[in-house]
């Protein structure tokens, strides 16, 4: 707790200083002036001086860049005249006078052509490009940053075509694709991280986290801001901070943890009004409005609604006004006040689709559904609720999919459509586990830590280095005296050895001499001993006679028991090899139903199987089926192994054939509820008391027309393990905690859990044995110990994989035997 409290004193004097550096910065420029400078050179300070000013002083801003522009065209300098006018250009965009920055942007691409100015001409692009974004202009914002991207790539300059990279990223999310923003995001953060460009860096990581954030990904959205966060506060970069503080409340927000949300917000919002930025504060007032709606607050949200709202009409920006009339309209529908909610929400919705803003659409046809809800306006509800939900599915916004669902759940039940509520309910619930699972939240509380740990440790390095260097010193003069006593010991200990020997030397002769006497009294002893050993061989000879003929009798005996044996052998030899020929026409029977190599090829683009009984035939095996253009596939661990763990797999195996096969039934929860009641009939449970069953993992895929796949999965005790593309981690879909057959009292049932996922996601099923198999020391090679394996090699292909795992397995059981069966699938889609 100590620590944080002075993380926070030390930070808040770093702030009390940025405005002391400042002035003293610009003073010092002032002096530079003074002297006899190149006309370049004090090109340059009029432009650091323009720069340094905030925008409360656009008079010394605009008194500084026309002295650059003056000097600097009368010494024919564009790339001076270029700066100055980028300043003034940006300066009225952040006022959201777009028109004003346009034109000026328009005037540095004049200038750039009159002195063929290349950097000039991309930089008109790229600001002209961020003009149009602004306004939500995106198919003409895009036209100019491919202009300057273009440009860019043919000169060979980096920086620039970074600079529009990220630029593409922040319009592809505006627009709801996310992948093709991360995808310029990572182009950008490449050269930047090569460039060793910090601000850019963390502006990336910032990007990033936003996208992440929208996706669901709680844990990597917080590592993103809190990388972009540690960049800024060691370069002491107050504006950027603030911005950082505004992120990371964001997270907490969707997390629920809103202390914290509004502790950072408030931080942000002192930091922006220190530094003058009225204009950016609309963002604070929105989020802590959000964080009190959070909180049932509503009359202080439209508190700080209205205060954004009015900033936001101000600066002109369509797209965030949108955002203002949603967050209105949301906070008077949980007030009831449904004729100003539906007001508010459809002029919000009416910009979002002339802008083509589908995120933020998604989440106002979910509010009008949810207003239509409450005045018992079932159809309307609907209508706009499909909508939002379809659109949400399409972007991947996995937060306004969750609220959707849940919403239409309510509805078809108010209405008495219990199937079509108990669908809407199930995709609620699957959004749920997935946004909120308790692995994401330990993830970023295991952050939020790290971060507060690095700053602690960044603050030791220096006397770190410092007692290293006394360390080594006083080593090399331990280590000379060390040496000194080492000879000198040696010496002495060479001179002791030396005497030890003479003396021992002595002393052997001296036991030598006496031995010899020893010697000669024994070999007197021994020849009298001899002569009465004599006389005692000749009575235990007689006696030997007497007990040969009593052996002879009973060698005959055991002659006769040998041969009974040798026949009860040579029975049981038949009778094993009858049993090894039967147990080998299973195996033949048992390989025949496994699903081919060449039918998984056919359904996956790649695949391996780890497949080991224990016995000759297993209690564990695969299966693969096609229902139209869905392909199923599961891993089942039978009871037992060996024998009766086949017999178990023919009955799975059978069964199986009739669920998918012939009752065509592709949802994998059903097709185990369906195993889970038909396997105790089979086996005839409830009479015979019988304990055996199973426990299975299925995953059923199919491809949509987006080119993406949806991945759907069941278990019973078994887990899903993947990684989509790009992914940091391995995810995880734990089974039910039921088994397929005897189980008493249990009433849970079986839930279907589904994703959309790209293409070339890699997902991994089957039983326990790997995981359980026990070394020399009895050590289980660990399931966790599995899943970092799968992790560490899922980018190699399926067949370098499988040898990876088979390699590592047969290294585990190294002098030990196998305790179950073991199989392990791996297939790409």
Same mark, same amino acid.
């Given at each position: 707790? %100590?620590?944080?409290?002075?993380?926070?004193? /030390?930070?808040?004097?770093?702030?009390?200083?940025?405005?002391?550096?400042?002035?003293?910065?610009?003073?010092?420029?002032?002096?530079?002036?003074?002297?006899?400078?190149?006309?370049?050179?004090?090109?340059?300070?009029?432009?650091?001086?323009?720069?340094?000013?905030?925008?409360?002083?656009?008079?010394?801003?605009?008194? &500084?860049? *026309?002295?650059?522009?003056?000097?600097?065209?009368?010494?024919?300098?564009?790339?001076?005249?270029?700066?100055? &006018?980028?300043?003034?250009?940006?300066?009225? %965009?952040?006022?959201?006078?777009?028109?004003?920055?346009?034109?000026?942007?328009?005037?540095?691409?004049?200038?750039?052509?009159?002195?063929?100015?290349?950097?000039? %001409?991309?930089?008109?692009?790229?600001?002209?490009? *961020?003009?149009?974004?602004?306004?939500?202009?995106?198919?003409?914002?895009?036209?100019?940053?491919? +202009?300057?991207?273009?440009?860019?790539?043919?000169?060979?300059?980096?920086?620039?075509?970074?600079?529009?990279?990220?630029?593409?990223?922040?319009?592809?999310?505006?627009?709801?694709?996310?992948?093709?923003?991360?995808?310029? &995001?990572?182009?950008?953060?490449?050269?930047?991280?090569?460039?060793?460009?910090?601000?850019?860096?963390?502006?990336?990581?910032?990007?990033?986290?936003?996208?992440?954030?929208?996706?669901?990904?709680?844990?990597?959205?917080?590592?993103?801001?809190?990388?972009?966060?540690?960049?800024?506060?060691?370069?002491?970069?107050?504006?950027?901070? *603030?911005?950082?503080?505004?992120?990371?409340?964001?997270?907490?927000?969707?997390?629920?943890?809103?202390?914290?949300?509004?502790?950072?917000?408030?931080?942000?919002?002192?930091?922006?009004?220190?530094?003058?930025?009225?204009?950016?504060?609309?963002?604070?007032?929105?989020?802590?409005?959000?964080?009190?709606?959070?909180?049932?607050?509503?009359?202080?949200?439209?508190?700080?609604?209205?205060?954004?709202?009015?900033?936001?009409?101000?600066?002109?920006?369509?797209?965030?006004?949108?955002?203002?009339?949603?967050?209105?309209?949301?906070?008077?529908?949980?007030?009831?006040?449904?004729?100003?909610?539906?007001?508010?929400?459809?002029?919000?919705?009416?910009?979002?689709?002339?802008?083509?803003?589908?995120?933020?659409?998604?989440?106002?046809?979910?509010?009008?559904?949810?207003?239509?809800?409450?005045?018992?306006?079932?159809? +309307?509800?609907?209508?706009?609720?499909?909508?939002? #939900?379809?659109?949400?599915?399409?972007?991947?916004?996995?937060?306004?999919?969750?609220?959707?669902?849940?919403?239409?759940?309510? #509805?078809?039940?108010?209405?008495?459509? &219990?199937?079509?509520?108990?669908?809407?309910?199930?995709?609620?619930?699957?959004?749920?586990?997935?946004?909120?699972?308790?692995?994401?939240?330990?993830?970023?509380?295991?952050?939020?830590?790290?971060?507060?740990?690095?700053?602690?440790?960044?603050?030791?390095?220096?006397?770190?280095?410092?007692?290293?260097?006394?360390?080594?010193?006083?080593?090399?003069?331990?280590?000379?005296?060390?040496?000194?006593?080492?000879?000198? @010991?040696?010496?002495?200990?060479?001179? @002791?050895?030396?005497?030890?020997?003479?003396?021992?030397?002595?002393?052997?002769?001296?036991?030598?001499?006496?031995?010899?006497?020893?010697?000669?009294?024994?070999?007197?002893?021994?020849?009298?001993?001899?002569?009465?050993?004599?006389?005692?061989?000749?009575?235990?000879?007689?006696?030997?006679?007497?007990?040969?003929?009593?052996?002879?009798?009973?060698?005959?005996?055991?002659?006769?028991?040998?041969?009974?044996?040798?026949?009860?052998?040579?029975?049981?030899?038949?009778?094993?090899?009858?049993?090894?020929?039967?147990?080998?026409?299973?195996?033949?029977?048992?390989?025949?139903?496994?699903?081919?190599?060449?039918?998984?090829?056919?359904?996956?683009?790649?695949?391996?199987?780890?497949?080991?009984?224990?016995?000759?035939?297993?209690?564990?095996?695969?299966?693969?089926?096609?229902?139209?253009?869905?392909?199923?596939?599961?891993?089942?661990?039978?009871?037992?192994?060996?024998?009766?763990?086949?017999?178990?797999?023919?009955?799975?195996?059978?069964?199986?054939?009739?669920?998918?096969?012939?009752?065509?039934?592709?949802?994998?929860?059903?097709?185990?509820?369906?195993?889970?009641?038909?396997?105790?009939?089979?086996?005839?449970?409830?009479?015979?008391?019988?304990?055996?069953?199973?426990?299975?993992? /299925? #995953?059923?895929?199919?491809?949509?027309?987006?080119?993406?796949?949806?991945?759907?999965?069941?278990?019973?005790?078994?887990?899903?393990?993947?990684?989509?593309?790009?992914?940091?981690?391995?995810?995880?879909?734990?089974?039910?905690?039921?088994?397929?057959?005897?189980?008493?009292?249990?009433?849970?049932?079986?839930?279907?859990?589904?994703?959309?996922?790209?293409?070339?996601? #890699?997902?991994?099923?089957?039983?326990?044995?790997?995981?359980?198999?026990?070394?020399?020391?009895?050590?289980? /090679?660990?399931?966790?110990?599995?899943?970092? @394996?799968?992790?560490?090699?899922?980018?190699?292909?399926?067949?370098?994989?499988?040898?990876?795992?088979?390699?590592?397995?047969?290294?585990?059981?190294?002098?030990?035997?196998?305790?179950?069966?073991?199989?392990?699938?791996?297939?790409?889609?």
């Amino acid at each position: 707790m %100590k620590i944080r409290i002075w993380f926070w004193v /030390f930070l808040g004097c770093i702030t009390g200083q940025a405005f002391a550096q400042k002035k003293a910065r610009i003073d010092s420029l002032k002096q530079v002036l003074q002297n006899n400078l190149a006309d370049t050179q004090r090109v340059k300070v009029y432009n650091q001086l323009a720069l340094k000013h905030t925008p409360p002083q656009l008079s010394k801003i605009e008194h &500084y860049t *026309s002295l650059a522009i003056k000097l600097a065209t009368q010494i024919k300098y564009p790339k001076g005249i270029v700066n100055a &006018y980028e300043h003034l250009a940006y300066f009225a %965009k952040n006022e959201a006078n777009h028109a004003k920055a346009k034109n000026i942007f328009d005037q540095i691409l004049t200038v750039s052509d009159q002195y063929q100015y290349i950097q000039g %001409k991309i930089s008109a692009f790229i600001g002209l490009g *961020s003009v149009e974004v602004a306004q939500a202009n995106y198919p003409t914002a895009l036209q100019y940053y491919t +202009k300057a991207l273009k440009i860019s790539k043919a000169q060979k300059l980096p920086s620039y075509t970074a600079t529009v990279y990220n630029n593409i990223g922040i319009l592809s999310a505006n627009q709801g694709n996310y992948a093709k923003a991360l995808e310029y &995001y990572g182009k950008s953060l490449e050269i930047r991280k090569k460039e060793k460009s910090k601000a850019n860096v963390a502006s990336l990581y910032n990007n990033m986290a936003t996208i992440h954030l929208r996706q669901g990904d709680y844990a990597l959205s917080l590592q993103k801001h809190l990388k972009a966060l540690q960049i800024r506060i060691k370069s002491n970069d107050q504006s950027n901070i *603030s911005a950082s503080y505004n992120n990371i409340s964001l997270v907490y927000v969707r997390q629920g943890d809103y202390e914290k949300a509004i502790e950072y917000q408030l931080k942000s919002l002192r930091l922006k009004e220190e530094l003058g930025q009225k204009m950016l504060i609309a963002t604070n007032y929105t989020n802590i409005g959000f964080v009190y709606s959070k909180q049932h607050q509503y009359d202080k949200a439209l508190k700080y609604y209205f205060k954004a709202l009015k900033i936001e009409q101000k600066k002109g920006d369509k797209r965030r006004l949108a955002n203002c009339y949603d967050n209105i309209g949301e906070a008077y529908l949980a007030k009831k006040n449904y004729e100003k909610a539906l007001g508010y929400l459809n002029k919000s919705l009416a910009m979002c689709l002339k802008l083509n803003e589908k995120s933020l659409a998604s989440t106002v046809l979910v509010a009008l559904g949810k207003t239509h809800l409450e005045q018992k306006k079932y159809e +309307k509800a609907i209508q706009f609720l499909d909508r939002g #939900v379809t659109l949400a599915k399409e972007i991947g916004k996995p937060a306004t999919l969750q609220d959707g669902a849940e919403t239409l759940a309510k #509805v078809y039940k108010a209405k008495g459509d &219990y199937k079509k509520a108990y669908e809407a309910h199930v995709v609620f619930k699957q959004m749920t586990d997935s946004l909120l699972n308790a692995a994401n939240t330990k993830k970023i509380t295991r952050l939020a830590a790290n971060h507060e740990f690095q700053l602690e440790k960044d603050s030791l390095k220096i006397q770190q280095v410092a007692l290293k260097a006394k360390f080594e010193k006083e080593k090399l003069t331990s280590s000379f005296r060390r040496n000194m006593s080492i000879v000198s @010991l040696s010496a002495l200990g060479l001179v @002791l050895i030396l005497a030890f020997l003479i003396y021992r030397s002595r002393q052997a002769q001296k036991r030598a001499n006496g031995l010899l006497m020893q010697q000669k009294r024994a070999l007197q002893d021994q020849k009298s001993a001899l002569q009465r050993q004599k006389k005692e061989l000749h009575q235990q000879g007689e006696e030997l006679l007497t007990m040969n003929e009593e052996l002879l009798q009973n060698q005959e005996e055991i002659t006769a028991q040998r041969d009974d044996i040798e026949e009860k052998k040579s029975l049981l030899d038949i009778q094993h090899h009858q049993l090894t020929q039967s147990v080998r026409a299973a195996l033949t029977i048992q390989q025949a139903i496994l699903p081919a190599t060449e039918h998984i090829a056919r359904s996956f683009e790649e695949h391996f199987v780890v497949y080991h009984p224990k016995d000759v035939v297993s209690g564990d095996f695969y299966w693969l089926g096609t229902i139209d253009n869905k392909k199923v596939v599961g891993a089942i661990d039978c009871t037992g192994h060996g024998v009766p763990g086949a017999f178990m797999s023919m009955i799975g195996f059978t069964l199986l054939n009739d669920i998918v096969n012939t009752k065509k039934e592709s949802d994998p929860a059903q097709i185990l509820e369906m195993l889970r009641t038909r396997v105790p009939k089979v086996l005839k449970q409830s009479k015979s008391g019988d304990k055996n069953g199973m426990d299975a993992a /299925f #995953v059923v895929t199919e491809e949509l027309e987006n080119g993406q796949v949806e991945l759907c999965f069941a278990g019973a005790k078994r887990p899903l393990w993947y990684v989509i593309p790009g992914s940091k981690t391995l995810g995880i879909i734990k089974g039910a905690n039921v088994s397929i057959g005897f189980s008493s009292n249990n009433t849970r049932s079986i839930a279907s859990h589904s994703m959309w996922c790209d293409k070339g996601t #890699v997902f991994y099923i089957g039983s326990d044995g790997f995981a359980d198999q026990n070394n020399e020391q009895r050590a289980k /090679f660990g399931s966790h110990r599995l899943q970092q @394996l799968i992790y560490k090699i899922h980018l190699h292909t399926m067949n370098a994989q499988k040898d990876i795992l088979e390699q590592a397995l047969s290294e585990h059981m190294k002098n030990t035997e196998q305790r179950d069966d073991i199989l392990l699938l791996g297939l790409k889609v």
